[in-house]
């Protein structure tokens, strides 16, 4: 039987295929180092966990609204009004199963057949698909010559007039760490201002910021353009709730209610018992969350240290998130393997150290490195891999 052409282009997540193989060759024996990870390896802290307990305790077993709980909607709301300076009412508030959800579900209310969707390379992986699941196009937007893990507002400025729907942006970043700053966020948003463009902001990562550098939203940066900016986070990275699946996003009413309508067809509410767990989260101070960050910070460091000494490795030294954005064209050209794809084969294969390639993220010659994973670990991986570039490298 003949599939629907929206599902005939797509192609499983490669993050999730590599992260597969890795797992096979461990039961198998092999000592294989996991750099792969999109999720943090520390558990979800206590008094959530026991929120969690206590909703089902409570009751909390049915249906919630579509919109998720009110309460829940009105911590998110204040969260918003907090973090980025966002005025938001809890009716303008989307509580979704995860931010991946959030924002697929607004890519299908605001884009349609043709509609263009910039999107700043390096990417995540799954916007372009999602793009494409609702009939627009993805428009790759190349990075800065000089920085290749940041986007140049020139050239998003020039894709701009072109015509765009959607502007998606992304800091931190996944895949490259990068932070963007309130002049890089400005001088992005006055390249796409005449074109009317929708701004979708993903910041999933927002707590996850290093260095005494603060995360900035472009709700901040521009709230004169509060009626096209929506905004999307979730508790999953920084509060380590990734199997939970709660996410939310923030925006204007119509954009949100139109979103809204889309997961009651769909999805329905999120799981109930979880939003009682994001709302515990929520009422959390942010200083319980130093301790992961701290943790996040020194296993930055001990990463960046161990890529540095490998041969022929470019490592930048990533702002937020939990990855590490590598330049691997020279150890390429030196081994002769055939691309980033390759060499990440080859380093699960003969190394056991598995990662991610650049091509996930759209940008050949790069690799991916998650830090979601303790030191020891970070500094063996890094050793294992200089070994290997030591033997292979012409």
Known sequence: MKLAARAAGLEPSITLTLAAQAKALRAQGHPVIDLTAGEPDFPTPEPIQEAAREAMRQGYTKYSPAAGFADLREAVAAKFVRDQKMKVAPEEVLVSNGAKHAISNLILALVGPGDRVLIPVPYWLSYPSMVRVAGGEAVLVPPLASDPRRPDPVAIGKAACEG?????????????????????????LRGVEKSGCWILSDEIYEFLVYD??????????RPDLRERTIVVSGVSKSYAMTGWRIGYAAGPRDAIAAATAIQSHTTSGPNSIAQRAALRALQMPLSDLAKMREIFQARRDALCQALGEVPHLRSSRPEGAFYVWTDVRDLVRRTGVAGADALCQRWLAEAHVA?????????????RFSYAIDEAALRDAGARLRAWAERAAR
């Open 164 to 188: 765009a729907r959607v502007l998606i942006l992304c800091s931190p970043s996944n895949p490259s760490g990068a932070v963007l700053s309130a002049e890089e966020i400005g001088a992005i």
């Open 355 to 367: 990662t991610t390639p650049g091509t996930a993220f759209g940008a050949e010659g790069f690799v």
């Open 212 to 221: 005494g550098q603060r995360h900035v939203s472009p709700a901040e940066v």
